[in-house]
């Protein structure tokens, strides 16, 4: 292999995955753009309602997980019915949970919005776009086994063309939903939400019958033991990423304590670091498969470098967004914020959060490398106490007792950021992973 060849094999696999992500925070910016003009309550209330949608989402991300690292070593075995038997599977596990999903969003979610801010416009806001929005779980719990599929099958591209189709469509139903009052605003943007994903869903449906036919799709019915393979992979994702949602909502509660603003701001700052926190999870995913493919061939070693690799070029990669934010922080923030005191707020915390946008990125890129070699366990646990044991706290100390408001919380967010850099780094060099999994690798290889 030449000196260039795995910069190539990255680019080839991450390029449509960055590309599929940036596709979806770019559209989800500019909902947030138009929502912005109606004021920091619709901000804040948005930001509050997207919390709680996200927390429950990320209950499906473990399916997404579990089926992807499986149907990773199946192509890297050369097993392309397998592949298709565990798509069918991982469709068993995320329909259902996301119909379940869909009626919390929907009957419980308005109360816990309440309770989150005591601004009424901005509560009121996060509770019509809850109600309108939580259908598009449901749509979600059949789509993103289908996304895993493809980009786990080594073609990412399907994917990315999927969701480059729904974007504009998506963009132009924000335009036509998000107008008027906040409530109709925030009404709007959850719409769309939805429709996008109806039409999402009749695309996959379209792919999979007729223009890019999965073999073994469907050919069986869900085997009990390969979903649990799915569950026992995924699981510690979807409890780790619904456990920082939970982190998220008590962090935007208690900036809710500081005031409606102070949550508009972060909700924009949010948004704006989700550009190079999906070009990582892009590169991740990638990492994912190409550390999922090596350890199907039964070649840790290799499966060790493409972790390194993949973390070193995303630090590149993301450079250049948070030097930008840096040169035009000001023209970048108005954007999104119509109040200028609410702009003149939000200045120091996007410098700081735009200067750590590179360590932020390796040590995502590292977890999710971990994750392609079935070692979920490790890459779940070091957020969940990063955040829930050092995070929280310090925000709450540092924020509210000492009074150091926005400024203070933001800082402490930056340091989480560097302590998950440096804890996946060690564990990555440390090693344990690799011999360990490498018998599951051998599993999966009989299994195909």
Do not use: K
């Not at 026992?232 to 979807?238: E, K, L, V, Y």
């Not at 340091?415 to 599951?440: K, P």
């Amino acid at each position: 292999m030449d000196d260039l060849s795995p910069l190539r094999a990255i680019r080839a696999l991450s390029a449509p995955l960055v590309a599929f992500f940036l596709i979806q925070n770019l559209v989800g910016l500019a909902a947030l753009a138009l929502v912005g003009r109606i004021g920091d309550a619709a901000l804040a209330g948005v930001g509050l309602g997207n919390v709680l949608y996200t927390l429950l989402l990320a209950l499906l991300y473990g399916i997404d997980t579990g089926a992807q690292a499986s149907i990773s070593r199946a192509a890297g075995a050369g097993a392309s019915a397998l592949a298709g038997r565990m798509l069918t599977n991982a469709l068993a596990l995320g329909a259902p949970l996301g119909a379940v999903l869909a009626l919390i969003a929907a009957f419980l979610g308005p109360g816990l919005v309440a309770a989150m801010i005591h601004d009424p416009v901005a509560a009121a806001a996060g509770a019509a776009f809850l109600r309108c929005a939580a259908p598009a779980l449901l749509l979600q719990g059949i789509t993103i086994p289908f996304n895993a599929y493809w980009i786990a099958s080594g073609r990412p591209g399907v994917a990315f063309r999927v969701t480059a189709f729904i974007a504009p469509c998506q963009i132009l139903l924000s335009v036509l939903l998000i107008a008027g009052g906040p409530m109709r605003g925030a009404a709007g943007a959850g719409l769309a939400l939805t429709f996008a994903g109806l039409i999402g869903l009749a695309a996959q449906t379209l792919l999979a019958a007729r223009w890019r036919p999965i073999p073994g799709l469907l050919g069986e019915a869900p085997d009990r033991a390969r979903l649990a393979a799915i569950a026992r992979i995924g699981w510690p994702i979807s409890v780790q990423q619904s456990l920082s949602q939970v982190g998220l909502m008590v962090a935007y509660a208690i900036v809710a304590r500081i005031g409606t603003a102070e949550v508009a701001v972060v909700n924009v700052l949010s948004n704006l670091m989700l550009l190079p926190i999906q070009i990582a999870v892009g590169m991740g995913v990638a990492a994912a498969t190409l550390v999922g493919q090596a350890l199907g061939r039964l070649d840790p070693a290799e499966a060790r470098r493409w972790g390194w690799r993949t973390g070193a070029l995303g630090g590149l990669v993301v450079l250049p967004l948070g030097l930008g934010v840096l040169v035009a922080t000001g023209p970048t923030l108005r954007l999104f914020i119509a109040d200028p005191t609410t702009v003149e707020l939000a200045l120091w915390p996007a410098r700081l959060l735009a200067a750590t946008v590179s360590l932020d990125a390796i040590g995502r890129i590292l977890s999710f490398a971990l994750r392609g070699a079935g070692a979920t366990r490790a890459a779940s646990l070091t957020p969940f106490v990063c955040q829930f044991l050092i995070q929280l706290p310090a925000m709450w100390w540092v924020g509210l007792v000492l009074g150091y408001g926005l400024r203070g919380l933001v800082v402490v967010q930056v340091g989480l950021s560097v302590l998950t850099w440096l804890v996946f780094t060690g564990i990555w060099r440390g090693g344990g992973w690799d011999r360990v999994r490498i018998a599951e690798a051998e599993g999966s290889a009989l299994a195909g």
